[in-house]
């Protein structure tokens, strides 16, 4: 998943953009002069910066897509947790079915 600020629509990454040390390069789209900028996934903070000066009010689209792929990600672990306690249910089950067999077999033996 990229960066919110990367996917809000107010940069541009431009084709053939990755180079040989993982840099991105994006320009903005919102500017006439179509700033360029060189930048990783990790550090994104010279893009924000470029923003909160130039445009201060195209903020909310950032915040609203940081909010939209939280939740993305919420879902996706609330998901996995709900996996998790199937599987480990039926795990259970099966381990209780084959516990209650096996004394069936051993009070049959018995008798």
Known sequence: MLPAILECGIFKIRDGAVSTNNRLFVECCECTK?????????????????????HPDLKYKIKLKKFEQ??????QRNEKMKQAKKQKYHEKKK????????????????E
């Not at 939280?70 to 879902?75: L, N, S, V």
């Not at 381990?95 to 018995?110: F, G, I, S």
């Open 95 to 110: 381990k209780e079915k084959e516990m209650a067999e096996e004394k069936m077999k051993e009070e049959e033996e018995e």
């Open 70 to 75: 939280h939740c993305i990600r919420k879902e």
């Open 34 to 54: 179509r700033p360029q900028y060189r930048v990783t996934l990790a550090q994104t903070g010279n893009l924000y910066r470029h923003v909160m000066t130039h």
